[in-house]
Nanobody, 122 residues
Framework: VQLQASGGGRVQTGGSLRLSCVAS????????MRWYRQAPGKERELVAG???????TYARSVKGRFTISRDNAKNMVALEMTSLKPEDTAVYFC?????????????????WGQGTQVTVSS
């Protein structure tokens, strides 16, 4: 299983960006999908998560500004980020709990996508 993230970039304060991430491979089921971020010198933190039933959770710092969504048919998760602030600057990572076909059995594991840089300038 691979998670491929795209989007990100550099914007000014108050701007918007959209991140997306697609899971690929011999997938049987994708459960919760999440976005994390890691700023320089800081620990990785959970930004938002969404279950396969579309239940969502957000970090307090992004609630009301970020929206997480998913397309189960495409095994895709997106993060719409608005009203961006300099403190949102970080490398963003997608994460998913995936059950896939491995030879003759199904295996559930956690996967990470490559990071994508988001830079918000003041």
């Amino acid at each position: 299983v691979q998670l491929q993230a795209s989007g990100g970039g550099r914007v000014q304060t108050g701007g918007s960006l959209r991140l997306s991430c697609v899971a690929s491979g011999r997938i049987f089921r994708v459960d919760v999908m999440r976005w994390y971020r890691q700023a320089p010198g800081k620990e990785r933190e959970l930004v938002a998560g969404i279950t396969s039933e579309y239940s969502t959770t957000y970090a307090r710092s992004v609630k009301g500004r970020f929206t997480i969504s998913r397309d189960n048919a495409k095994n895709m998760v997106a993060l719409e980020m608005t009203s961006l602030k300099p403190e949102d600057t970080a490398v963003y990572f997608c994460n998913a709990i995936v059950t896939d076909y491995q030879t003759t059995r199904l295996v559930t594991d956690e996967y990470w996508g490559q990071g994508t840089q988001v830079t918000v300038s003041s």
